[in-house]
């Protein structure tokens, strides 16, 4: 599984919350944590430099009581400048693998700055990318928070559609399963999603026999995973039905990939990884497409 996140906090999103909880994360395995909070650069600076107070106030908030514990190594990085840059630069420094990011408020100006962030993540493919809300997080108590950390990747539910993505997203899932410590990953939940009308389209057209082999791959090939796999075929729209089955099934997370780079957060074309992203109330672990 992952052992050396990142998490980038604004102080303001509730990931800041997340150094209270340093032993939770050890027993997901986390072997090193790093906090990063950027500071922007005034504008009109000839030569850009950090308020020592501004790093101060970040330093002192980013400090919790349980920052030393066995087997784990916490960081703390407050940089200054773009947050892509700083992004880029401590996920080099700490060879970081995995990204954790709070997600912007729907409609907002920021989440069309924080689409623009995920998107060249993306197309740099550094690490897969752990998007939460900050609402949850900023509501949550303190031992519903403490028991959502130590179960964040134990229920995963992978939307499948027999496309490249999903099955990328799937080889992915079986090499965390593979790698997991005990009691991380402990289910796994396959939902294929057709429109009204689509499972009589298909059987009708000549994908049929491809797209039931693939669908019957992917089910023999999830057994294999050495984790509890469940799988269901439904009618209905899409992102709908994913985030509803989501909530039935009881699942930590969201997990999926995106056919292209440039679709995942483009507000002008529609796409499935990037509607989850925006509309999933889940955290959603997010695969970014190989090159």
Not at 138 to 147: F, I, K, N, Q, V
Not at 176 to 200: D, F, I, K, Q
Request: glycine content about 6%; proline content about 5%; charged content about 25%.
């Amino acid at each position: 599984m992952f052992q050396r996140p990142l998490i980038c906090t604004n102080l303001t999103d509730g990931l800041q919350r997340l150094v209270n909880f340093i032993p939770c994360f050890a027993k997901v395995g986390f072997k090193q944590i790093t906090f990063l909070h950027t500071i922007p650069f005034l504008t009109g600076q000839t030569i850009p430099r950090l308020d020592e107070n501004q790093v101060q106030v970040a330093r002192d908030r980013l400090t919790g009581p349980h920052l030393s514990v066995e087997g784990v190594e916490v960081n703390i990085e407050v940089q200054g400048g773009r947050i892509l840059d700083c992004i880029m630069n401590a996920v080099k420094k700490y060879k970081s693998d995995l990204i954790v990011l709070g997600a912007s408020e729907r409609g907002s100006l920021g989440e069309r700055f924080f689409g623009s962030t995920i998107t060249e993540l993306s197309k740099r493919n550094i690490a897969p990318l752990l998007i939460v809300r900050p609402q949850l997080l900023s509501a949550y108590r303190r031992e519903e928070l403490e028991l959502r950390c130590r179960h964040l990747f134990q229920d995963v539910l992978v939307p499948y559609d027999a496309s490249k993505a999903a099955e990328y997203t799937i080889e992915k899932i079986k090499r965390l399963a593979h790698e997991r410590p005990p009691e991380v990953l402990e289910s796994c939940v396959l939902c294929w999603v057709m429109e009204e009308g689509g499972y009589t389209a298909l059987l009708e057209s000549n994908d049929n026999l491809a797209t039931q082999k693939s669908w019957q791959r992917c089910r023999h090939n999830s057994r294999n995973l050495d984790i509890q796999v469940s799988t269901q075929i439904i009618q209905g729209e899409p992102i709908q039905e994913i985030l509803r089955v989501a909530n039935e099934s009881d699942v930590s997370a969201i997990a999926c990939s995106s056919s292209s780079l440039g679709k995942l957060i483009d507000w002008s074309i529609p796409s499935c990884a990037g509607e989850i992203l925006r509309r999933s109330w889940h955290p959603v672990l997010y695969f970014p497409p190989e090159k």
